[in-house]
């Protein structure tokens, strides 16, 4: 064998001297023969295949690529078979691979694939495969690939059924791992035929087949481009329900209901429960997608056993977006596909499924943190504890230190641990920060520090200051970001929901507030802020979050050099009356000749997330007046109460509720009895007509004082 070996490499090595030296045509043509048979058969190695390139390079094969007549008594095809089997071989070399020489061959190697496949070209179109493969494993192979048109040729060559269809479907599927919204947009009808394909054979399959599509079926389940949409994606996703719904409803072993628990929690990243259909069939199908993912969820993490876990950490992630699917399901109101009872039985029985995940994060030790399973296990139990604050609340207490020291350890660390999580429910951006497990828990945490217990551990355990930081990190996420209006981002959201949770610990802990470094850092980031982010209106519930907060931290921290009359203060203060001034105008009132006081356009489609703040805000800004000398004479300046004093007296008394005039009241006494200027303003104005007539006896009582 060795003799035949040395045999063969002698030749082909005499075939490359003669390629060098080939005088004519019919030389070269005769040793590349041989030299390409050789390489058929497997005897090139490394050093070898770079002997040849270096023989002949790129261009060779090129020619032969574009060359007309072969010999006589050749095949039509057979220049062409032979330049595509050297430049598979040379793909071997990932470096070739991505050359520009083998990338612009590519609608080459897409018009061979579409080319009818005479029984002597299958080694043709092997070595196109070869290619394409090499290529998808290069840095600009998979751009180019797509942009190529090989997206296309791909699903035609797959729907043709031919002999290379499987390696079609292998080929498709790794390009949609590394490039599926760049591939869903420009060939979506394409793929969609694929979908179509696979989606009815999935339904008619009767025997482990069914199961195998289950693996395959979710990398044409796109998150970029929801299938819903689209009238024929809404059918290949109602006849993946349909036979989801046979397999799930039947007796099952481990193997199959993995795969088949897999597709499912695809299918609801992508496109939540809209391709599960209403009625009873529906909600019964959703309750069992939620049960099965508990009854997994609770025999894998209640007694965990290490081996087995790790073989069962991905099916338990695809459980966990079930879950967190169920959570939302359980509280929707309008148009809810469960009943009631339903609701209640699944409570229940997710809540026995947290009490699993918290028991397996109990046991986790801190060489483990980096696994990707644990960010999705704290992902979704942070899901839990934002909607569901009365049940599990001891054994979440208990966890909270773990928590809070989980959260901060990826945070400081910027750890890649969020390489593998579930994705977002109804999502439309990319993944948090690599480092973000604090975003999920902001919500839960939001809930917990109105409470005593849980607010006591979280401040034992440093979480101020670590939300602080992240407010900061977050805050430059935000001013990074485009200043036109967009959806609501998760920043934008986090820093929100931070905003929620400090305010809670300035009202429970003023204590904590006045001795904690953390809140004066806070404020000077909320002093800089509110004045940026006032003037973007796509940014009003914030901006009323931070006008808030600001106001009631002032209030606790009066003594604050930075608000002693500091340029930053006066900024502050000045968008905050901008704020409050701003909220309500007068409107023509249907039911009368008179005018009434409404929201103004502006503050409308806001006003139910922001009316609480804004009343928040009016009673911080009256506590505000009397501990800054120099705020009153801003008021003045902002004329505030000159534009008050109007539309109070152009409004129908009757179009104020009691609130609305407390409100007013509580601002207009504490600038009356601070300053006599304003005093002035508000009498000159009629104010004591207008007190009287609204009902303000406090403001009545403090005009008239001498």
Known sequence: MASDSGDGHATLKRCLGVLRDARNDSEQFAALLLVTKA????????????????????????????????????????????????????????????HSQVLNKIPTFNEVLLS??????????????????????????????????????????????????????????GLLAVAEARCWQRDAPQLLAVLSKLSGDFLKAEDMTKFELCEVLPHFI????????????????????????DILGSKLSQSQRDPALKLTASLVQACGVEWIPAGSAGSKFLALLVN??????????????PVELEGKKEVVTACYVLMEMGIQECLREENPLLDEVQKMQLMRIMEE?????????????????????????????????????????????????????????????????????????????????????????????????AEDRPRAILVSQGAPALLCEYFLH???????????????????????????????????????????????????VLLKSLPLLLPQEHHLVLAANVATLGLMLARILSDSAALQGTQSAKEFFGATLRFLSQ?????????????????????????DDIQELWFLGMQALAGCIPLFPWLAPAVLRARWLEGLSELLSRVSPASLDFELISAFQGVLVALARASEPCRDVILAHHGTEWANLYGMAALEQCLAEQ
């Open 39 to 98: 390489v058929r058969a497997g005897e090139v190695d490394a050093k070898t295949r770079r002997q040849i390139f270096d023989a002949i390079g790129f261009t060779f094969p090129t020619r032969l690529l574009i060359s007309g007549q072969p010999p006589p008594g050749c095949p039509p095809h057979t220049f062409r078979a032979l330049g595509l089997t050297l430049l598979a071989c040379f793909c071997t070399d990932p470096e070739l691979a991505g």
């Open 116 to 173: 009818p496949c005479p029984p002597d070209c299958t080694s043709m179109v092997d070595d196109v495969y070869q290619c394409l493969s090499a290529v998808l494993a290069t840095a600009r192979g998979p751009r180019e690939l797509v942009a190529k048109g090989t997206v296309s040729a791909l699903c035609q060559a797959y729907l043709s059924g031919d002999h290379s269809s499987d390696r079609a479907l292998t080929l498709l599927l």
């Open 222 to 245: 796109p998150l970029s481009a929801p299938l819903t949409r689209d009238s024929q994606g809404s059918e290949c996703l109602h006849r993946v329900y349909k036979g989801l719904a």
């Open 292 to 305: 099965l993912a508990c009854v997994e969820v609770r025999l894998t993490l209640e007694e965990p056993d």
């Open 353 to 449: 499924a947290f009490g699993a995940v918290i028991f397996y994060l109990r046991q986790v030790k801190q060489e483990d943190l980096q696994d990707p399973f644990i960010f999705a296990s704290v992902r979704v139990l942070g899901a839990w504890m934002a909607e569901e604050t009365s049940s599990l609340k001891q054994e979440i207490c208990e966890l909270l230190p773990f928590l809070v020291h989980y959260a901060r350890k990826l945070f400081k660390e910027g750890s890649p641990a969020v390489s593998l999580p579930q994705a977002e429910l109804g999502s439309t951006e990319g993944p948090a920060l690599p480092q973000d497990a604090l975003r999920f828990l902001l919500p839960g945490f939001c809930h917990l520090t």
């Open 474 to 524: 977050q805050w430059e996420v935000l001013s990074s970001e485009p200043a036109a209006p967009a959806p609501l981002t998760s920043t934008e959201m986090s820093l929100q929901t931070l905003c929620g949770i400090f305010l809670n610990l300035v009202v429970t802990a003023p204590d904590l507030v006045r001795r904690d470094k953390t809140f004066s850092s806070l404020l000077d």
């Open 583 to 607: 909220a309500h105008t007068a409107q023509a009132d249907p039911s009368s000749d008179s005018l009434a006081l409404a929201v103004s356009p502006a503050y409308t489609s806001a006003w």
